[in-house]
């Protein structure tokens, strides 16, 4: 057991038992070795304040001795992960992280913003000290406890255990570097992330720079110099040390990182690493590959457009990677000289953008066996995951010393500045809410140490999936009923309102405006009001829904032989992880009501367009011998299947026009037709028409266009929605399903399809031009470009205008074909 629970490292199950030692008296000369670093570290810290006490005279000794009282493999080990998961633990999991301040600290000094501004400025420049020159850029530190950790190596002296210390960091440097981050799945946006998430990836990146700064110090130990090397002492060292191959492979993490996207994990921690390395060893064949390959990373960040929705990384990862390249570029022990050769070999077109970055490391790889196997392609690059504590943490050279000095945080910049980070303990509130979860979280830590690791996965693990169950079910369930009932409020609050302005006959060019505008509160009052009905029922349905879940899942998941007072600590705490996830999600998307809002918004549009709520289901005459929409499906479903398999060659007229038949009856005869089969519906019927035009094209004859066009003027796809399948008709998937047969007369066929689209104004025109405008963003084969140009030129051939701004978008459809059939690439990327 551990003296202080919230300072040492517990006893682990899976790891300190018996039978995990060569011999019992192993086992008990490591208890007694355990006892002894303990006794090392508490000297320290009551002693390394006081004057004239030197580290090397009041222990060096107790650690030799320490570590001689048994000398078998099995006790290094442990002393090396004990070592290890001690400087985690005193370094990172007690908020000892250089240049972190929590978030409460932050809401206090923003608060003194208040008090006496003018006070508060004066303070944040004492915290700001520029650099006096740019030659003068620190080197890699050891603050607070860290520098225990540091003198304890420095003066161990004992070979063995510097082995086994230094095969402990690679192994868990290897293990944090393949952390997975994903997305959230109950956010909206496909890059969103939870808090958690964030939380997680701030621990483990500050992990990984910490160990890596470590490994550092242990690797350069051997070869630290305190006088100036000349010139030919380097070549010899050179020659000598050129043939020994590192334990960390950093050339195989590095192009690991550059393939699967997670650059803003890997180069951080990887810099930290170099830092620590003497002049010689950068100058190894080795290191120069990775400096090499780092400088060429650097140069195509710097390339990378951001604005780009295909960018490989997103903003915040860029200055993350770019301030860290830079203060190794700086570092006095940094190989300058090299950088010209590196600048004339950036220029050749293999090097010019992460995406050829990407392709160059594929083909190193592919001809040079790695360590690192290569996973699933998480895209970290890409995700918000980057927060001002990240940058704070990480980059000594962003100007975010707090961000109640500048503004709110969300801009980030490179400067030269170096900051102090006050003691925070002191702006903590004692008591009160904060402090009680505070304990809580303390409390769990503390019962996770007592389990095995298997424990505390499956709780997260659990928590997790449960979240995104319950979320999916409010989405599905409760969400989607209450947006129908409250736009069935809202359609009869707009003929109410529509019969009132007809009265007044208000016939003026603003009348839609003026309609809008008196709506506004009416909009305003039914979203708050369904997002607090929802919110309150969520509040008395998901609880009951996540605990039964949780208890389940747990109960199936642990060990047989879990104590019940073990299980039933596990429910509780996976669904407080859940309800936290589940809260939060109901906060960021249902509380506000802007969800509901869009949806009202869209509906005013459907009623000016058509001068009623379009397709109500309370209007239509429910047909009970109707085809039921999901046997629709799965027999759409099999015709896209038969199409793709032979091409649809016993595909008859008959069977087409029969399918087309039943759909037509679910969208005009079902009044209980949802919403989710009526989109999926939507789409097949698309994708049926396109495999149509791509393989049976002496199929897609006057009256199967007829049908499919009464199809979709029934079914509302001419609404104002983004995800309508028109708004994708043009899409890279489209246009290679339509290149797959390798047909020309298709286009032709097509364009005139689309023609007859536009007249019916199921296809917008603008909607068309921006399609055929995004194609652009991508490298198309220049026959393929001829033929997007015959189909345009067909679409838009004889189209009329009705008023100037359709008149715009026929011209611009007309260059887009033009510049189409004339455009030529140089296909400088090709590798």
Known sequence: MCAMGEVNVCFQIDTDNRENFSSGLAFHAFRKQRDAFYDILRIWEENHLVSGWVFQIALG????????????????????????????????????????VDDESLNFLKSLKHVNPEKLTQLSKRFVTPLPSQSQILGPSFPGIQEFFKDFILHAFHPIFYTHLENCFVHEIIELNDTQFANSEIEDSETMVDEQTQENFITCLASLRLLAKVLGLLVSLPYRSESNTTKEIIATQIEIRSKVLPSLNLQACLQNAIVEGKLSLTIPWMVKYLAMMDTVSLRLPYYKQILELLYYIYHAINQTNLSDPDSLISQQAVVLLKSSLCWLFELPNYPKDFHIVWQNTCKVKELKSLKQMEKFSEKRKNSHSTDCAISAKCNLDKLDIITDRTMRSCCSRIESTFSVFHGNGTNLSINSNKHITPVTSQLRKLGGPTQAKHLELQLEEAFFHGQPASTRKTVDFVSERVASTCVKYICNTMLASSRETNLIFFRRLLIHKRVEKDEQNELSMSYCEKFKASL????????????????DQCEQTIPG???????????????EDSLTAVKEMCIKIATRMSMERINQWIQSHIVGGSLFIKDMELEINRFFRNNSPVHSKQKKCHNIEAPNPTAVIDELRGLIWHILDNHGVNLTMSSILDILNKLYQVFDQRSDLLPGPQKVLSNLSTDFALFLVAYRT???????????????????????ETDSPMNRLLCSRNIMLLAQPQNDTIWPIFGKFLKRLLETNILDGDSLSDQCVALFRQDWPIPLLKLLSKCLNEA????????????????????????????????DYSL
């Open 61 to 100: 000794g107790r650690i030799r001795s320490m570590l001689t009282m048994h000398n078998d493999s099995t006790n290094y080990y442990h002393i090396a992960r004990l070592f290890k998961s001690q400087l985690l633990i005193s370094c990172i999991q007690n908020g000892h992280q250089d240049d972190v």
């Open 520 to 535: 506004l509160s009416d909009i305003n009052m039914l979203a708050n009001k369904v997002s607090r009905d929802l919110k």
């Open 545 to 559: 829904i996540c605990e039964t879940r949780i208890a389940t899942s747990i109960e199936s998941l642990l060990a």
């Open 698 to 720: 002496d199929l897609f004859t006057q009256e199967i266009q007829d049908k499919l066009i009464k199809i979709w003027s029934s079914n509302g796809l001419t609404d104002d």
């Open 796 to 827: 838009i051939e004889g189209y009329k205008a009705t008023d100037e701004a359709t008149e715009k978008v026929k011209y611009l459809l007309g260059w887009v074909a033009e510049t189409y059939h004339e455009i030529e690439f140089c296909n």
